[in-house]
């Protein structure tokens, strides 16, 4: 990076940073000079469970790097641990710059076998896990605003917040996509909220060999390590933490492999318009012909 673009001295938190995309996310930040908080609760795949050492080796292995790290061991969707990590991080480095949050559980299932449980236990961590931690950073940021004047922030705050692919529609885990799919909804809502307080909100769409590529039985995974590293995540991760990502903000973006990208927002591909309003006849006779004639109505196929 240059120095302009430097993250020397910038405060990062990353929750769910204790494995996968948010372990790598958590060493690249660090690497470029960052003060990191790693959160996690250290919970299973699906949820269950909850190891303190978890972050704490991740946070030790940074520091045996040479950089400067702290861990925090708690859950993002309780709204008190979101409020205490965000807390945590200005008391021990006195701002916070930037939060990516990568936390997230699995619980598959085809819709019509869903638990309430697993229904409940994936929503919560997967959207209230995101919303917490944003809420507890914009309130932190909206009162360090104001407290800065009329100069401002000697530099924009963000927020990413990871959705998936499966956003678009994932077999078996509509749980998951649903939880994916409200993340983009969020930030783009958010955005608008915090953009003059000078803070960026954006969701990245990741692909990376995870715990979670794991629980897809190995002949099914759509790749192995090797192909697909997590690592090859951060250095997105790390952009949209500095400086050089200003004004970038309300963005859907992606990171895997080789590539990066951005995805473009919902938009309406056709409509038809009746001087007196609809009717069900009308629309048999016009809808698929005249107002969606070029667009294709059976896309199941494409999101499976």
């Known amino acids: 990076m240059t120095e302009t673009e430097s993250l020397d001295g910038a405060v990062c938190v990353v929750a769910g940073g204790g494995h996968g995309l948010g372990e790598a996310a958590a060493h690249e930040l660090a690497a470029q000079g960052a003060h990191v908080v ?50 945590d991080a200005v008391s021990e480095f006195g701002r916070v710059d930037f939060v990516c949050n990568f936390a997230g559980i699995l619980r598959d299932g085809m819709a019509h076998k869903h638990s309430e449980a697993d229904w409940s236990a994936v929503i919560e961590t997967n959207l209230t896990g995101q919303f917490a931690p944003l809420r507890a950073a914009a309130a932190h940021w909206r009162e360090a605003a104001a407290d800065a004047g009329e100069d401002g922030f ?35 809502t958010v955005s ?36 697909m590293p997590p690592e090859k995540v951060a250095p997105l991760v790390a952009y949209l933490a500095s400086e050089a990502a200003e004004d970038i903000t309300g963005c859907t973006l992606y990171a895997g492999g080789d590539r990066v990208g951005v995805f473009a927002d919902p938009r309406m591909e056709a409509v038809g318009v009746s001087p007196d309003g609809w009717t069900l006849d009308s629309l048999t006779e016009h809808f698929r012909e005249d107002v969606a004639d070029d667009v294709d109505l059976s896309r199941t196929e494409t999101y499976l």
């Open 192 to 227: 608008n909220e915090l953009v003059r307080s000078h803070v960026r909100v954006n969701a990245l769409v990741p692909n990376g060999y995870t715990r979670m590529t794991e629980t897809v039985p190995e002949e099914h995974r759509p790749y192995t390590r090797e192909e």
């Open 154 to 188: 000697d530099r924009q705050r963000s927020y990413l917040a990871v959705s998936g692919g499966a956003a678009r529609g994932s077999l078996g885990q509509a749980n998951y996509a649903a939880a994916k799919a409200g993340v983009l909804g969020m930030i783009r």
């Open 38 to 87: 790693v959160n996690d609760l250290g919970a299973a795949v699906d949820g269950t469970g909850s190891d303190a050492s978890v972050p704490e080796a991740v946070a030790s292995d940074i520091r045996d790097a040479g950089g400067t790290a702290i861990a925090h061991h708690g859950d993002v969707a309780d709204f008190a641990d979101a409020e205490a990590l965000i807390d």
